[in-house]
Every structure is written in structure tokens, then in C-alpha cells.
């Protein structure tokens, strides 16, 4: 820093710097986008069948993976200036700009908040005004003294001490009771990127489409044109109720302090973490809803021996993008997210390398090849789930309720209640070339 430099100046200079940064790398990504355009239109001509042995050995599609993992750097690259660009300006005490993927920056700071706290309100009570007028906070002494007046005689006080035994009968320190202390929720992400629709009906029928159509070509004057082909199949995604219910004595839920908020957050919450485990994984056996994962016709690039994590997860977005769609998310188990995350680079000793996604003490974008990552315990450790999430809906013929009753078996003569939590809904894919899985092993 130069000796007539201020500490804001300098916080400018670094920020003018990485506007910069950010704009060269905006300008490397639009020419990476068009690369992967290009790779992709030159797969689509080569007329290569992913579902055949060798497809992912061939030139196009070696061509499509590098470019879509270029892009997907780039993004990365992106969102981590971002986030730096949003650091400075929060130094500078100045507002950030949105979050280009979608969030609206940094929360108001604290010291906002207790800004606008006015004390003189204290200061206007009618107890202080009453203390001020009764004298309690003159004195004549330097630090100042408060004549309290006689408590207790000497006899009386050791009487008390006397009585105050282990169980506590007099109340000498009185229990410390806080009621029903709220758990920790994990956010259910899953369900906000699945697009979320109604229906009226007990089962959706609809048409699926398991290859978009191809063949379209430049045709002269009065030549016959040619014909595209389109493959659907029909399919049906049943409605499912998903419940759940606890019986609890009914002078429980009148005089404990906050059990019906708790049982109304807690019930909700395990029927929509069902429905989010259902997604991902249900197979479509009994009243199970059929999940992603088990859908017939999604994505599946084998595995190649020698790939880690991100090498399998970028096979699953190529995959994806050739078959015209647009990955916005990866769902990862929280031991592969966890692997990711310790990947290291290879400097030819064990575990001295750096992090390839970003320091521990780094504030890091969670994306990886420039997607939205999740973790979720019920995505199976090595399979990894990529997609486009507008390829599946969540139709919701009955959102989450809490219903409660005493009718339910002997509940009225024991006076107790029912209470129940249950959802109504039905999960069409309508495109499983939408998604893919990344294989591990």
C-alpha cells in the first residue's frame, strides 16, 4: 500500500480487478458455450447410439464430454469471483449485486439491526422514572450505593439455609424450564427443485417421450421431405398418500407449552421427507411411488475404470446434453459429496496436494461443472443422480394437512387424541432422457 493509499482505495483497486476477472471469464464462457453447441450438433450428425458398447470411446463424444467440462469450470470460476466480488463490496459497506444464480446476496448486518434500537425508550419507562424519583440512585459515596432495607433477621436466614435440603422443597433456585427445545431440520433441497404441479385426479395418464425428434435436413425445391422421428410411450404415475400419526394424551397437548407447534413441524416434515426420498428412489412397488432412479430410460454411461467422482458425474452431463437436455443439478449421497470435497491434487505424496474444491477455510459455491449440488442420504453412495428437473413434476392431489381426532380405537375413554399427518401425490417423468446416473464403481 503506497504511504497516501487508504484501506478503501486499496479494497477498490482489488475489486476493480476482479470485475475484470469476472467479465474476461463471462467472455471465455460464451465461446464455450458455443463450443459445446458445435460438439453437440457434430454427435447429433455422427448418428451415435449412446446405449451401444464403445459410444463413449468415440471422437464426438469425447469432444462433447471436454467441452461440457470446460463450460461447467468456467461456471465454477464464475460463481467463486462472485463471491469474492461480494465479500469486497460488503467491506466497502456497499450493496451487492444479485447473485447471478439466483440468490439476493448477503443478509442486512447486524449492527444495521441495533442501529436502529432507541435507548431513550428505556429511559422514559415508568419504573426507571419511579426508581429516579425515590431517590435509589442518588448517593454520597464515589461509586455510588443503593439502600435496600432489612432482607431477613440473621435467625430467619439460617432457618431458611436450614430447610433448603437436596429436592429443593422451598424453591431456593427454581428449575430451569424451557419446554420442547425445536431440533434441527436438514432442508428437504430436493423439493425445491423439482417443479411442483396439481392434479385433480387419483391417477396421471400421460404420454412419455423417450426420443425427441431427429432427421430434419435441407431439401429442394419439390423434393419430398423427410420424416422425423418421435418415440413416446404411454404411462401412468398413480397417486399415492404418504401419512403418518402419533397418539398423545389430550392434557398433553392443553398444558405443554408448545407440543401442538412442535407436533404440527415435525409431522409435516417426515411426510415431505418421505416424499423427497420417494423422488429419488421409489420403486414403484405396492403404494411406493416410482422414483428417478428406477425410471426406465434414463441416462446410465458405464463405468471407466481410473475416473473419480467428478470424472463419473461429468459422463452423466455429457450424456444429458446430448440427448438435447439441460442439467441443473447433481444429487449426491453425503459420503460422496464428502469424497468430493477431499479430492486433492496430485503432487506424488499422500494428502499434500490442495483441495480441488476450495479450501476448507474458503467460502465455496457447492457446484460442480457449473451445477447445483444436493445431498441427500437416500441418493445411493455410488450412483449419483444428474438432471434436468424440468424432465419430472410432483403432482399434488392433496398437499401436507394435519388432521386430528379422538374417535380413533379407545381414545376417548382413555382421553387421548390422534393427530395425523398425510399427503396425496404423483411423480410423471415425463422425459427420463432428463437424467442420468453417474457410476462410481
Do not use: C
Amino acid at each position: 500500500m503506497s504511504p497516501t493509499a487508504t484501506p478503501n482505495q486499496t479494497i477498490r483497486d482489488r475489486l476493480k480487478a476482479v470485475r475484470a476477472q469476472i467479465e474476461q471469464v463471462r467472455d471465455q464462457r460464451a465461446a464455450l458455450a458455443k463450443d459445446r453447441e458445435d460438439a453437440k450438433d457434430a454427435f447429433a450428425r455422427a448418428d451415435i447410439d449412446l446405449s451401444a458398447a464403445g459410444a463413449h470411446d468415440t471422437a464426438e463424444f469425447k469432444a462433447a464430454e471436454q467441452a461440457v467440462g470446460a463450460l461447467g469450470e468456467a461456471d465454477d470460476q464464475l460463481a467463486d469471483l462472485q463471491v469474492t466480488e461480494r465479500g469486497l463490496l460488503g467491506m466497502l459497506g456497499e450493496t451487492t449485486p444479485p447473485d447471478s444464480r439466483g440468490g439476493n446476496g448477503p443478509t442486512p448486518d447486524l449492527m444495521d439491526t441495533l442501529k436502529a434500537w432507541d435507548g431513550r425508550k428505556l429511559l422514559a419507562a415508568g419504573a426507571y422514572q419511579e426508581a429516579r424519583e425515590s431517590g435509589t440512585f442518588t448517593s454520597s459515596h464515589q461509586f455510588g450505593s443503593v439502600a435496600l432495607g432489612e432482607i431477613a433477621s440473621r435467625d430467619q436466614f439460617q432457618s431458611f439455609l436450614a430447610d433448603v435440603g437436596s429436592d429443593n422443597k422451598l424453591g431456593a433456585t427454581a428449575a430451569d424450564r424451557r419446554g420442547f427445545i425445536q431440533p434441527l431440520l436438514k432442508p428437504l433441497t430436493l423439493l425445491d427443485i423439482i417443479p411442483v404441479g396439481t392434479t385433480d385426479s387419483s391417477s396421471v395418464e400421460y404420454v412419455q417421450v423417450v426420443a425427441i425428434p431427429t432427421g430434419a435436413q435441407e431439401t429442394a425445391e419439390l423434393q419430398p421431405k423427410p420424416p422425423l422421428g418421435l418415440t413416446t410411450v404411454d404411462a401412468t404415475a398413480p397417486v399415492r398418500t404418504i401419512p403418518g400419526y402419533v397418539k398423545l394424551a389430550r392434557q398433553a397437548l392443553d398444558d405443554v407449552a408448545g407440543l401442538s407447534t412442535l407436533i404440527n413441524t415435525l409431522l409435516p416434515y417426515e411426510v415431505r421427507r418421505r416424499i423427497e426420498s420417494q423422488i429419488l428412489s421409489g420403486d414403484g412397488v405396492g403404494q411406493n411411488l416410482k422414483g428417478i432412479l428406477n425410471t426406465s430410460g434414463i441416462g446410465a454411461p458405464a463405468f471407466v475404470a481410473g475416473d473419480n467422482t467428478a470424472d463419473a458425474i461429468l459422463r452423466a452431463v455429457t450424456v444429458i446434453i446430448l440427448s438435447d437436455g439441460d442439467p441443473n443439478f447433481v444429487a449426491l449421497n453425503p459420503i460422496t459429496w464428502q469424497d468430493l470435497l477431499l479430492m486433492r491434487e496430485n503432487t506424488g505424496g499422500p494428502n499434500t496436494g490442495g483441495y480441488l474444491f476450495g479450501s476448507p477455510g474458503m467460502v465455496t459455491a457447492p457446484t460442480i461443472w457449473g451445477l447445483a449440488t444436493t445431498a441427500n442420504r437416500t441418493v445411493p453412495v455410488a450412483t449419483p443422480l444428474v438432471g434436468d428437473a424440468n424432465g419430472a413434476t410432483l403432482l399434488v392431489r392433496e398437499g401436507v394437512n394435519i388432521k386430528v381426532s379422538d374417535s380413533d380405537q379407545d381414545d376417548f375413554t382413555r382421553n387421548r387424541v390422534t393427530v395425523l399427518a398425510e399427503a396425496r401425490v404423483a411423480l410423471p417423468v415425463w422425459r427420463p432422457a432428463s437424467f442420468a446416473k453417474a457410476a462410481l464403481s
